[in-house]
């Protein structure tokens, strides 16, 4: 299960991790029977064989070495302001996300969080609306599950967040340790009349591994 944020669909596509897997064997972990032939994979696009191939013109081939380790307490992925809290004795977890950046997927997201018991979302961002003629197109933004209305964050002065890359979320203080992990985001940024006003708008995020609790 991965956080389905912004058009994401929650769980990793199947291409992807093929390349992945022929690529970087010992990060993906699978075993060569496991692996999809990139030739024989269904469908009318040939583009997983064509970037495996520019990828490795790129990027050395590693020894597979078996399959990974559990997964650590807390993954960051600093250039997304992502945050992945996990627990080492029960099935509790979640994640973060604190930048906007823009693109054609992109929602009106910033400090949206996905949380999971036993591997269902129990609460949380709602993922990727069905794709219609909007979707794509300059009203893209008044649909309300792109928008930030269909998304856990707050509606400040009666306003939605803005869009763009301009609208973050910056994150400050982070505090981890083995019972909890504690995350600071600023979200001035991502409304128009707290805009340059920094830390109008704060969300603490934290996370308790002994209580299995969300604040």
């Not at 970037?51 to 807390?74: D, I, N, Q």
């Not at 940024?189 to 805009?195: K, L």
């Amino acid at each position: 299960l991965s956080p389905c944020f912004a058009d994401g669909a929650g769980n990793p596509y199947g291409n992807l991790l093929t390349v992945c897997a022929a690529l970087w064997p010992a990060r993906i972990g699978l075993e060569a029977e496991e692996v999809a032939d990139v030739f024989q994979m269904g469908g009318n696009s040939s583009w997983p064989a064509v970037a495996m191939f520019v990828a490795r013109a790129f990027s050395p081939l590693s020894a597979a070495t078996g399959r990974p380790k559990a997964l650590p307490l807390r993954s960051c992925f600093e250039d997304a302001a992502t945050f992945l809290f996990r627990c080492k004795d029960s099935d509790f977890a979640a994640a973060f996300k604190s930048i906007n950046r823009g693109d054609n997927h992109n929602h009106q997201d910033a400090g949206t969080y996905v949380i999971s018991w036993d591997g269902e979302i129990v609460a949380g961002d709602p993922g990727g609306e069905v794709y219609t003629a909007k979707t794509f197109s300059a009203e893209r933004y008044t649909h309300k599950v792109l928008n930030s209305y269909g998304h856990p964050v707050p509606r400040v002065n009666g306003e939605l967040q803005l869009t763009g890359r301009e609208a973050r979320a910056e994150v400050g203080r982070q505090d981890f340790s083995d019972a909890r992990d504690v995350v600071l985001l600023d979200l001035s940024e991502a409304y128009p009349s707290t805009r340059g006003q920094k830390g109008a708008v704060r969300r603490a995020v934290v996370f308790d591994r002994a209580a299995n609790r969300v604040r």
